[in-house]
């Protein structure tokens, strides 16, 4: 291979629109997963209520799921994410916010950051501070679930993944190179987009941090919550399960 085509980068989700991320993830078995939670969120919750918080819930797709058990509110990040998963849950609140300094005016029965979203954090300092924030959010008796990035042991450095989804209007590939450098998983994630009007290429690079158990529990702990950590989870990366005690 004698040349390499070099694509525009881009921060983050800028340019991920909802239809695009849910081309990537159509395969995602968000439906299975949400039964999960409603029964994890229903066997161990003790608030009394059934009032849920997702933090960076994306396009919204668990949401859509636990909504017919739950009531259900959620934030992200991305403003891309945000207007996806409002057309999606257009009777739910969903805001644009961060997970270190959200404030949605009141609490909740269970909050969840799922899809290891929380490794986007980086650092431990931020990990507190975000757990902190959400036991802010979470009523006594309630839970917090968080899902994490991958184990260091269960990461192959230089792993290409590769995903891809289409529908009548639009055509989406994603390949992406993992490298792991230290505690930072840096994924250069290449995103081929085919519409009508051609093919446009661009490139995010996601850097999420390998978190261990103990600084979870210890992230938990300083937020005032118990931990129990289940090691398979919703899909292999672990389920850090917090509750709030009850008054």
């Avoid at 403003?79 to 996806?84: K, M, P, S």
């Avoid at 961060?98 to 990990?127: H, P, R, W």
């Avoid at 937020?223 to 990366?237: K, M, N, V």
Wanted: aromatic share 6%; net charge negative.
């Amino acid at each position: 291979m004698s040349e390499i085509v070099r694509a525009q980068e881009v921060p983050a989700y800028t340019m991920m629109t909802g239809e695009i991320y849910d081309l990537i993830y159509a395969d995602k078995d968000y439906q299975g997963q949400a039964a999960k939670l409603t029964e994890l969120i229903d066997s161990n919750c003790e608030s009394g209520g059934n009032r849920v918080l997702e933090a960076a819930c994306g396009t919204g797709t668990y949401m859509q799921f636990l909504d017919p058990h739950f009531s259900v509110d959620g934030f992200d990040l991305s403003a891309e994410q945000v207007v996806a998963a409002k057309k999606r849950l257009p009777d739910a609140r969903i805001e644009k916010a961060d997970m270190l300094d959200f404030d949605m005016g009141g609490q909740y029965d269970a909050v969840l950051c799922l899809f290891s979203s929380i490794g986007y954090l980086k650092t431990k300092e931020n990990l507190d501070k975000a757990i902190a924030n959400m036991a802010k959010h979470t009523l006594p008796g309630g839970l917090v679930i968080v899902e994490p990035w991958l184990r260091a042991e269960d990461i192959k450095p230089g792993h290409i993944s590769i995903e891809q989804g289409k529908n009548e209007q639009l055509a989406v590939q994603r390949m992406g190179k993992l490298v792991q450098k230290g505690t930072i998983s840096s994924l250069a994630m290449h995103h081929m987009i085919g519409t009508e009007r051609g093919i446009e290429h661009f490139v995010e690079t996601h850097e999420l941090a390998v978190y261990t158990d103990e600084e979870f529990t210890d992230a938990f702990h300083k937020a005032g919550l118990s931990i129990e950590i289940d090691p398979e989870g919703l899909t292999g990366r672990r389920l850090c399960i917090g509750k709030k005690p009850a008054q």
